[in-house]
C-alpha cells in the first residue's frame, strides 16, 4: 500500500546553529540520515514529507497536516522523557507512527526504571542503584569494582575510562562529577568485565524476532574496556563489528535470549537494539534497549547488522514500515 509518510526528527545541525554545544546535541541526526530514509521510502513508493522536531510537529498539527504514518526518529530534548514527546502528540491526534508508544519511550530512556522493570521480569541483568546524590554511595550494598553513567542518556554520554570504579573511596567523586555534568542521577552496575553484545530486534510482541548480533570488539586505540562515547563517536578506528552467530557460540545465543526476552517484557515495536554483556563466568545480562535506535545507513549499530548480513538499507526500512502497518491494520485503524 502506497502511503503518505511524514518524518519526525531532531537535525543536528540546526541545534548547533542555535547555540546548542556538540554534547548537548550528540543524540540527534545529520542531514544524510534523513536523506537516506526519505530516499529508501521513496524507492518503496511512499510519497514523503519531513515534518522536524516535536515544535515543528506540533505546529503541522495545528494546521491540519496529516499522513497515513509517521517515521518517527525525534529524540526530543529536554526530560527525561524527551523520546516520548513526539509520540505522544501522534497519539493525541490519533496519528500511527512507527517504533515505540510514549510509555515505553519514556521508561527505556530511564535506565535505572528499566533495570527494574527487566528485574522483576526475571531478565538476568547486574546488581544496580539509581543515586541521586554522591552522600548516597554508601548505601550501595554489592562490592566493587563499578560502573558509572548517566541514568537517562544515549550515545555513549557520560561513559569515560572514569566510569569504572575499582574502589569504593573513589565512587563519590565519579557520581558527584556525573551528577553535576548532566543534572540527573546516575545508575551505578556492578562492572560486567566479559564479551559486549548488540542484538538487532525487528517486529512486535510475539512477532519480533532477532535480526542479528554482533560483537563489540576494541582496538589498541580504543579506551579499553568500556564502549564508551569516544569510542562510539570515532568507532572507524578504534572498534571492530564482528556478525556472531547463536548456532556457532552458545553465549551469544544466550544473549539473544536474553535480548529478545526483554525486549517483549518492555513492550518495544518494530525494531532497534538491545544492548548485552557477560560477566566475569560468562553469562550474559541485559545493559539497555534502545527503542530508537540511530539508523544512520553506515555509522549506526542496526544497519551496521544489516549491513554485516548483506541486508541493503531499504530492506530494513520496509521491514519496519511493515511491522507498525500491521500493527496499524490490527488496530482496525
Known sequence: MVMTIGLTYDLRSEYLSMGFTEDETAEFDREDTIEAIESAL???????????????????????????????????????????????????????????????????LHKGMTKHVIRDA???????????????????????????????????????????????????????????????????????????????????????????????????????????????KLWEDRVKYELVRPEADPVVAQAENVALKAWRVLGCRDAGRVDIRCDEKGAAMFIEVNPLAGIHPTHSDLPII????????????????ASAARRVREAGR
Open 42 to 108: 521513496q524507492t518503496l513508493g511512499h510519497r514523503t514529507e519531513r515534518v522536524g522536531n516535536a515544535k515543528q510537529l506540533a505546529a503541522a498539527l495545528v494546521e491540519k497536516r496529516r499522513w497515513d504514518l509517521v517515521f518517527n526518529i525525534a529524540e526530543g530534548l529536554h526530560g527525561i522523557g524527551r523520546e516520548a514527546q513526539v509520540p505522544a502528540l501522534l497519539d493525541l491526534y490519533d496519528i500511527p507512527y512507527t517504533f515505540s508508544d510514549p510509555l515505553v519511550m519514556a521508561l527505556t
Open 306 to 321: 544489516c549491513n554485516l548480513q548483506g541486508i541493503p538499507f531499504v530492506r530494513l526500512i520496509e521491514r519496519i514500515v
Open 122 to 232: 526475571g531478565v538476568p541483568t547486574a546488581d544496580f542503584a539509581v543515586l541521586t546524590s554522591a552522600q548516597e554511595t554508601g548505601s550501595i550494598s554489592f562490592d566493587p569494582p563499578y560502573f558509572v553513567k548517566p541514568v537517562a542518556e544515549g550515545t555513549g554520554k557520560g561513559v569515560s575510562p572514569d566510569s569504572i570504579v575499582q574502589c569504593r573511596e573513589n565512587l563519590p567523586g565519579v557520581c558527584r562529577r556525573l551528577i553535576a555534568s548532566y543534572g540527573q542521577p546516575v545508575l551505578v552496575e556492578s562492572f560486567l568485565s566479559g564479551r559486549e553484545f548488540t542484538t538487532a530486534i525487528i517486529g512486535t510482541d510475539r512477532e519480533a524476532a532477532c535480526l542479528g548480533t554482533m560483537e563489540v570488539l576494541l582496538l589498541s586505540k580504543a579506551e579499553q574496556g568500556i564502549y564508551s562515547y569516544v569510542n562510539k
